[in-house]
C-alpha cells in the first residue's frame, strides 16, 4: 500500500501544481464603446490565452490567442444587454473558475468614481452598489519603486496586489482607470529636485498591466445609451512640468493632450463626465482659463487630488474632488459648496427615460454626503 501511495505521489502531484487556478483576473475595456470588454489575467507559467464565454455556462464560446506569456489581454464581444455574462480563462494546464459579469443595462446605469487607493481601504459599501462599470481619479497604488526598485518603469507588481486585494470585485466588474503621480514613480520623490527623472511620464508599467482605449495615458469611453462620455486626462503636479519631478503629459494649447480633448468636447453627447488627477483650481485656470472653457462643454469633473470630499462650483460648471483616503488635508476650492473630510466615492446613477444623472458623494459607511443631478443638456443642472 504504501509503495503505491509513493508511486502516485511520484506520477500524480506535478499534474495537481500544474493544475492551480487562476485568480489574478481583472476587466477593462480597450475599445471606446461597449460592445467588447477585455479579460486580463497572470499566470505562473507562460502559455496561450483562452476565454471561454457565453450568457450560461453550458453555451460557452471560446477565443484564443496563441502567444507565450505569463500577461494575457483577449478581447471578447458584448452582444447582449440587461443579461449576466458567464466566463472562464485558461492558460495550459491552468484554469480559473466560472465567474461572471453583467452585460450593460438599458435603462439605469451605475458608475463609480474613486481614487487614493494606497491604503487599500474594506470596499464592502462600494460592492454593495453593484456597479456596472468603476472608473478612477488616479494614484491607484502608492508608487513603483517601494515594490520594484528604483528606476524599474515596467514593473506591474504593484497593480498586482492591488488585483489581489479586491479579487471579486475586478472579476465582475469592468475597470476604467486614469493615471495620478503615484502611478508613475519610480524613484522616491524627496524634498529637492535630483538630476535624475523621478516619475516614469509614458507610464510603461500601467500601460502593460491594463488594455484601456486610445493612448491608455488617456482615454474616452462612451455609453450611447445614455447619451455619456467618460473621458480621462493626464494632469498631476502640473507646477512640476519641465523638471525632473515632471510626471503628466504636456497640457498647453498646442499639444496632443488639449487638441484631442477639445475635438472630443466639440461634438459630445449630452453628458460629459471628465477624469484628472489634478488639484481642480489649478488645471482650470490655466491657459487663462482656456481649460475651464473647454470644461465647460461638458457636464462634470472630477479629480482624486485631494484626500477629502468636495463639490464646487464655478460659471455653471460643478467640479468633484473624491478620495478613498478622505481625512487628510483639506485644500479647498475658492469655490467649494461642499467639503468633508470623509473616506468615499462618486457614485453616478444615469436615468435613459430621464436623461437625467444623479451624482453621490459616499462615504465608505454608505452615508449620502452630497446629492446633485444633471439633466441631459451639458450646460444646465437642477439640485434636489
Known amino acids: 500500500m504504501r509503495t503505491l501511495l509513493l508511486l502516485l505521489s511520484v506520477f500524480f502531484v506535478p499534474h495537481i501544481v500544474s493544475s492551480a487556478e487562476i485568480q489574478r483576473i481583472w476587466?477593462?475595456?480597450?475599445?471606446n464603446q461597449p460592445d467588447k470588454i477585455v479579460v486580463n489575467w497572470l499566470t505562473d507559467q507562460p502559455g496561450d490565452s483562452v476565454v471561454s464565454y457565453g450568457l450560461t455556462p453550458e453555451t460557452m464560446e471560446t477565443r484564443r490567442l496563441e502567444e507565450t506569456t505569463t500577461l494575457h489581454h483577449v478581447e471578447i464581444p458584448l452582444t447582449h444587454q440587461n443579461?449576466?455574462?458567464?466566463?472562464?480563462?485558461?492558460t495550459r494546464h491552468q484554469r480559473s473558475d466560472v465567474n461572471?459579469?453583467?452585460?450593460?443595462p438599458t435603462d439605469t446605469l451605475r458608475a463609480a468614481i474613486v481614487a487614493d487607493w494606497q491604503s487599500k481601504p474594506d470596499l464592502s459599501s462600494l460592492i454593495k452598489e453593484?456597479?456596472?462599470?468603476?472608473?478612477?481619479?488616479?494614484?491607484?497604488?502608492?508608487?513603483?519603486?517601494?515594490?520594484?526598485?528604483?528606476?524599474?518603469?515596467?514593473c506591474i507588481k504593484p497593480y498586482i496586489e492591488l488585483i489581489d486585494t479586491y479579487p471579486e470585485l475586478f472579476q465582475s466588474t469592468p475597470f476604467m482607470p486614469i493615471l495620478g503621480n503615484h502611478d508613475r514613480e519610480v524613484h522616491p520623490r524627496g524634498k529637492t529636485r535630483p538630476a535624475?527623472?523621478?516619475?516614469?511620464?509614458?507610464?510603461?508599467a500601467f500601460r502593460r498591466f491594463f488594455e484601456l482605449p486610445n493612448e491608455e495615458w488617456k482615454w474616452h469611453f462612451d455609453l450611447p445609451e445614455f447619451d455619456l462620455r467618460f473621458i480621462g486626462l493626464d494632469f498631476n503636479h502640473i507646477s512640476d512640468f519641465?523638471?525632473?519631478?515632471?510626471?503628466?503629459?504636456a497640457f498647453d494649447r498646442n499639444s496632443d493632450q488639449y487638441r484631442w480633448y477639445e475635438s472630443l468636447t466639440a461634438k459630445a453627447p449630452g453628458k460629459v463626465v471628465t477624469l484628472y488627477n489634478e488639484r481642480n483650481a489649478n488645471i482650470r485656470n490655466q491657459l487663462g482659463g482656456g481649460w475651464h472653457q473647454l470644461f465647460q462643454r461638458g457636464t462634470i469633473c472630477v479629480t482624486g487630488f485631494g484626500y477629502y470630499a468636495e463639490r464646487a462650483e464655478w460659471e455653471g460648471l460643478?467640479?468633484?474632488?473624491?478620495?478613498?483616503?478622505?481625512t487628510g488635508t483639506q485644500y479647498a476650492d475658492p469655490h467649494s459648496r461642499f467639503l468633508?473630510?470623509?473616506?468615499?466615492?462618486?457614485?453616478l446613477t444615469c436615468n435613459r427615460s430621464s436623461g437625467m444623472m444623479t451624482a453621490e458623494l459616499k462615504s465608505l459607511k454608505n452615508e449620502v454626503l452630497d446629492r446633485q443631478t444633471f439633466p441631459s443638456s451639458a450646460r444646465e443642472s437642477s439640485k434636489p
Not at 519641465?242 to 503629459?249: D, K, M, V
Open 100 to 104: 461572471t459579469f453583467k452585460a450593460y
Open 196 to 204: 535624475h527623472a523621478v516619475y516614469d511620464v509614458e507610464a510603461t
Open 318 to 326: 460643478t467640479y468633484y474632488n473624491t478620495s478613498l483616503s478622505g
Open 340 to 347: 468633508a473630510g470623509k473616506d468615499g466615492y462618486l457614485l
Open 27 to 31: 476587466l477593462t475595456h480597450k475599445s
Open 130 to 154: 453593484d456597479v456596472h462599470l468603476l472608473l478612477t481619479a488616479g494614484d491607484n497604488i502608492r508608487n513603483l519603486w517601494q515594490t520594484c526598485g528604483a528606476g524599474e518603469r515596467a
Open 83 to 90: 443579461a449576466t455574462y458567464h466566463y472562464s480563462v485558461k
Open 242 to 249: 519641465g523638471t525632473t519631478w515632471q510626471t503628466c503629459h
